[in-house]
């Protein structure tokens, strides 16, 4: 079946660093790719998203591209502040019409000052 | 704007024990999806809702039953809870109108449950 793979956490690291945080996916189908983010104590939210090959999606500094011959879809952001701190989770959704998304098991990643 | 709102917070039970977890969301979504997220496993599909009067079975089912009381509300229940069923469980909505990789799912806050 369908599966995500992050790579395993915490990544530590100093304020203004470049992050990258990698993210696999296994699919039969030309899925859409995801990334969220949890902030401790809340729900998952929608940090960017890509829906075809070669899309870049990207918000708050954020970017991930859509590689295909690859099936990655690596989160980076250029330089990272405190308030990054969260954990991070790769989501692949199957073009079923059912919506569910399939979760890989999340990078935590702290920025310290 | 509340979005996804789940009840309760936190709750605590005894092995046999029985609870509902209600889920509400306000944005007119059709599609609506209960997850249990545990350590270094992500968050795991248990059931979800396609649409209004329809629910199907996710990856890790067994032990839970559920029941979309309209198209507001999604309902989650444990008949006998079961000390492997602590997790925290965090209901989502999506618009999903026929276009679903267009779709991004919107969560609640999560209820965080015990079972000793």
């Known amino acids: 079946g369908d599966s995500v793979t992050q790579m395993e956490g915490p990544v530590t690291l100093s304020e203004e660093a470049f992050l990258t945080i990698n993210c696999t996916y296994t699919?039969?189908?030309?899925?859409?790719l995801f990334w969220y983010v949890q902030y401790p104590g809340e729900g998952l939210q929608l940090l960017l998203k890509?829906?075809?090959?070669?899309d870049k999606g990207s918000n708050k500094g954020f970017e991930a591209t859509y590689r295909k011959e690859t099936t990655s879809f690596h989160l980076e952001k250029g330089s990272v502040q405190v308030s990054d701190s969260a954990v991070y989770f790769c989501?692949?959704?199957?073009?079923?019409?059912?919506?569910?998304?399939?979760f890989g098991q999340g990078t935590t990643l702290q920025v310290k000052p | 704007n509340a979005g996804v709102t789940q009840t309760p917070k936190f709750q605590v039970l005894k092995t046999g024990q029985s609870m509902t977890l209600q889920c509400a969301q306000d944005?007119?979504?059709?599609?609506m999806y209960w997850y249990r997220q545990d350590p270094g496993m992500g968050l795991r599909l248990i059931y979800y809702?396609?649409?209004?009067?329809?629910?199907d079975k996710g990856e890790v089912p067994n032990g839970y039953n559920v029941s979309r009381l309209n198209k507001r509300e999604f309902s989650l229940r444990l008949e006998s809870a079961a000390p492997s069923q602590t997790s925290v469980y965090f209901c989502?909505?999506?618009?999903?109108?026929?276009?679903?990789?267009?779709?991004?799912?919107?969560f609640g806050n999560g209820t965080r449950l015990t079972v000793t």
């Open positions: 944005m007119n979504h059709n599609s």
């Open positions: 989502a909505s999506s618009e999903n109108e026929g276009r679903s990789y267009n779709s991004p799912l919107h």
């Open positions: 809702s396609a649409s209004e009067g329809t629910t």
């Open positions: 989501a692949l959704s199957d073009r079923d019409n059912t919506g569910k998304l399939i």
């Open positions: 699919a039969t189908g030309y899925p859409s």
């Open positions: 890509a829906t075809k090959a070669d």
